[in-house]
């Protein structure tokens, strides 16, 4: 795909602003991308930088990175460190999520990008690139932690806008790329059908370190099977709240264990947390 890149500002809304949520709502319709400065604290921003320098170190050191174009990506954050489990339930990035998906979501993923020197642009997609077509609407949302300034030399993601609008999967070719500007402990928000991708890194020493949210409503196959790849140990110290984000609860009837619990049999409730106990069928046939 080529493109021509523009050194575009997007509108940027300072998170100090009162009318915050409504201003990031109309640029999400609008443009399909939302930009919030002034998210993160500083110190927040040393520790989040300090945790995900020492597992990109660690991963590099015992050949378990993964780099893709010259990118080095962190999977599962929340299974390796517990300071970015704090992340998922977000304020801010929980609301600007809600603006698109509504209030029933699901966190599909969440992963650390760093840009590094010399790599390679990323060939634009959409994030639910494998959903059929038309879009009608956003089925995914993407919320990016910025931990160091993104800027037009050193990786910013690159997105068409007003993509969203197109609500198609198929190459947009020769349209023009604005570059995401914003400062370090920015929230950026970008609709599902939102074409981007990340930037060349054109520095010679600077790394763009960022964090990727990505959301999912409550039908959609999470990216990460959290039920899975996290331990016992961290599934048991979640909050009812993370517990629904990671999609371990049952929504509409969807995601139950040994069906639905028996409590709910005379009434219409479809939505809450599944029976933890184990099928009494199995002690029966022993």
Same mark, same amino acid.
């Given at each position: 795909?080529?493109?021509?890149?523009?050194?575009?500002h997007l509108d940027i809304v300072p998170y100090s602003n009162a009318q915050w949520r409504d201003l990031?709502?109309?640029?999400?319709?609008?443009?399909?991308?939302?930009?919030?400065?002034?998210?993160?604290?500083?110190?927040?921003?040393?520790?989040?930088?300090?945790?995900?320098?020492?597992?990109?170190?660690?991963?590099?050191?015992?050949?378990?990175?993964?780099?893709?174009?010259?990118?080095?990506?962190?999977?599962?954050?929340?299974?390796?460190?517990?300071?970015?489990?704090?992340?998922?339930?977000?304020?801010?990035?929980?609301?600007?999520?809600?603006?698109?998906?509504?209030? %029933?979501?699901? @966190?599909?993923?969440? =992963?650390? /990008?760093?840009?590094?020197?010399?790599?390679?642009?990323?060939? *634009?997609? &959409?994030?639910?690139?494998?959903?059929?077509?038309?879009?009608?609407?956003?089925?995914?949302?993407?919320?990016?932690?910025?931990?160091?300034?993104?800027?037009?030399?050193?990786?910013?993601?690159?997105?068409?806008?007003?993509?969203?609008?197109?609500?198609?999967?198929?190459?947009?070719?020769?349209?023009?790329?604005?570059?995401?500007?914003?400062?370090?402990?920015?929230?950026?928000?970008? %609709?599902?059908? @939102?074409?981007?991708? =990340?930037? /060349?890194?054109?520095?010679?020493?600077?790394?763009?370190?960022? *964090?990727? &949210?990505?959301?999912?409503?409550?039908?959609?196959?999470?990216?990460?099977?959290?039920?899975?790849?996290?331990?016992?140990?961290?599934?048991?110290?979640?909050?009812?709240?993370?517990?629904?984000?990671?999609?371990?609860?049952?929504?509409?009837?969807?995601?139950?264990?040994?069906?639905?619990?028996?409590?709910?049999?005379?009434?219409?409730?479809?939505?809450?947390?599944?029976?933890?106990?184990?099928?009494?069928?199995?002690?029966?046939?022993?």
């Amino acid at each position: 795909m080529s493109q021509n890149q523009a050194v575009t500002h997007l509108d940027i809304v300072p998170y100090s602003n009162a009318q915050w949520r409504d201003l990031c709502k109309a640029n999400l319709d609008k443009d399909g991308i939302a930009v919030c400065s002034g998210v993160i604290r500083s110190d927040d921003l040393n520790e989040l930088r300090s945790h995900i320098d020492e597992l990109t170190n660690w991963e590099r050191v015992n050949k378990e990175a993964w780099f893709s174009h010259g990118n080095q990506r962190v999977f599962n954050l929340i299974a390796k460190d517990p300071i970015f489990l704090d992340l998922i339930e977000h304020p801010v990035a929980n609301q600007m999520v809600e603006m698109v998906l509504g209030l %029933d979501f699901l @966190l599909s993923s969440i =992963t650390a /990008n760093v840009a590094l020197p010399g790599n390679s642009a990323q060939q *634009l997609h &959409a994030d639910q690139g494998y959903l059929p077509e038309p879009w009608m609407r956003a089925e995914v949302v993407n919320v990016i932690f910025l931990l160091d300034d993104f800027t037009n030399e050193n990786g910013a993601t690159q997105i068409i806008q007003n993509s969203h609008l197109e609500g198609i999967g198929s190459d947009i070719s020769n349209c023009e790329t604005t570059t995401v500007i914003a400062p370090a402990g920015s929230l950026v928000c970008m %609709d599902g059908r @939102l074409w981007h991708g =990340t930037g /060349n890194n054109r520095t010679k020493t600077c790394k763009r370190r960022a *964090l990727f &949210a990505y959301f999912c409503r409550p039908y959609i196959r999470q990216q990460e099977n959290f039920s899975r790849s996290l331990s016992n140990s961290i599934i048991g110290e979640l909050s009812t709240r993370q517990k629904t984000l990671l999609g371990m609860d049952i929504w509409k009837g969807l995601g139950s264990v040994n069906g639905l619990p028996v409590s709910w049999m005379d009434g219409r409730v479809r939505i809450g947390p599944a029976d933890p106990r184990p099928p009494k069928w199995r002690s029966y046939r022993k």
